[in-house]
Each structure stands twice: as C-alpha cells, then as structure tokens.
C-alpha cells in the first residue's frame, strides 16, 4: 500500500478529490445536507485542501484556514470508510502540522464530533467550551499549540 499525501490552496483538482471525499462521508454516510457541507464558496477558494491517496486513490481528507493570525482552523476531517483503522487521519495531522512552519502557524482549532474526540485526545489536543451542534451533529472545541 502507498500512501501518499498531498495538499492545494484553493480549487483544482486536489480540491475535487477532497470534496468527493467530504459528500461521501458527510452527506452519503452522515446525512449532512448538501447545502451544509459545501458551506460558503469563497471558503473553498481560501482553503488549504489536504489529501491522502492511497495507491493514487483519494482516501481521506482535511482543510485548514487561518481564521485568526497563527491559528488554523481544521475542517472536513473525513476518511472512506474501506480505508478506515489505516492511521490515515494520524498522518494527515502529521502532514499538517509539518506545513504549520511554513505558514507561520502556532495552534491547530477544530470542532470535532463527539464521536472522534478519542481520536483527537490521541493527537494530544485538548478540549474547551461547552458541546454545540453544527450540521445536526454534536461538537466540542479541541485546540493543539505546536512546538
């Protein structure tokens, strides 16, 4: 198996294969509306897709944007499910934390499902705020501050 990971700013092709990823699992399995899942445009445009493949076939993916100055904001965290339980989305956050530098970043921010936040503990990223609801899906603030 080869894996091979990859990112875009902005729209292309790396962002198609994110998207078919993100309507896959968030709209088919999750039952995310269309509307809620594709969000604003503009955010796509100013997004940094990131995309693992694997055997050149898209797998999972993420998207960062730096909301706040040194912060990046991680969204559509979102792996198939036949290439689950492979440590893919451990090595996304592996990929995104070695561009950080390069972007000046210092803390990673997301909402992650209640479901996954094992999975973020894992990652060393800690919780704040109280649970809300995005997507008809309940969330809490995770936050990791980057050496």
Do not use: C
Not at 14 to 24: G, S
Not at 36 to 52: F, G, Q, R, S, Y
Not at 94 to 105: G, Q, R, T, V
């Amino acid at each position: 198996m080869t894996i091979e990971i990859k990112h875009q700013l902005g729209l292309g092709v790396i962002h198609d294969d994110a998207l078919n990823i993100r309507t896959t699992v968030f709209v088919g399995e999750q039952g995310v509306s269309l509307a809620d899942e594709m969000d604003n445009p503009l955010t796509e445009k100013k997004a940094l897709h990131i995309v693992a493949y694997v055997n050149d076939q898209p797998a999972a993916t993420a998207r960062v944007i730096e909301e706040n100055t040194g912060v990046w904001h991680v969204q559509r965290v979102a792996t198939l499910y036949d290439m689950r339980g492979q440590g893919l989305g451990s090595q996304l956050f592996d990929y995104i934390e070695s561009l950080a530098p390069i972007y000046h970043i210092h803390t990673l921010d997301l909402g992650a499902q209640i479901q996954a936040r094992k999975f973020y503990d894992q990652l060393n990223f800690h919780t704040y705020g109280s649970e809300f609801f995005e997507a008809g899906i309940a969330h809490i603030g995770m936050k990791k501050e980057l050496k």
